[in-house]
């Protein structure tokens, strides 16, 4: 559900034409290990730790500054192990980072948090209409995870289709 609300919230559903130039990678062999990185051109733009402490694992967000704007959820952050950043990229001068520590059926409840979605709507879409105008595709497209994305899709499909039934 982690996934499937990452994607809902942020419009990748609606840009998988753009699959290649944005890029999910699921259990990437990283160090410290990840369940999944999420990569939109060479941007990190989403991951979640695998090693957990007490039951929670660490998830981290790239999104626009405006989120500081936000004083409940960046206070929330910090109750819940985490803090906001400046993004480490050079290219994005409005970007930062965001973490925090909760199990994965409490962090979707982030996604809900004043701002989340305008923040990351801002950052993300701004990075793949670049890509877009650009024609540009990821350095990472090599181990985007095709599969993963189309089991996301049809759990969309399923989900729309039992909300849509009359």
Not at 43 to 65: C, I, N, Q, Y
Not at 79 to 84: A, E, K, T
Request: overall charge positive.
């Amino acid at each position: 559900m982690f996934l499937f609300n990452l994607f809902q919230l942020s419009g990748l559903y609606g840009n998988l034409d753009m699959q290649g130039s944005w890029t999910l990678s699921v259990l990437p062999q990283t160090n410290g290990g990840r369940w999944f990185t999420l990569n939109i051109g060479s941007h990190e733009v989403a991951f979640s730790t695998r090693t957990s402490t007490d039951g929670k694992f660490s998830h981290h967000l790239v999104l626009d500054r405006l989120i500081l704007e936000y004083p409940n959820t960046i206070m929330w952050l910090g109750q819940h192990g985490g803090d906001v950043r400046r993004a480490e990229y050079k290219a994005a001068e409005r970007a930062v980072s965001v973490s925090f520590d909760e199990d994965f059926a409490r962090a979707e409840r982030f996604f809900a948090r004043e701002g989340v979605r305008r923040a990351m709507v801002a950052y993300w879409a701004d990075a793949l209409a670049d890509l877009r105008e650009r024609h540009a595709k990821s350095v990472y497209a090599r181990y985007h995870s095709y599969d993963a994305v189309s089991q996301l899709l049809e759990y969309k499909r399923a989900r729309d289709k039992v909300i849509l039934s009359p």
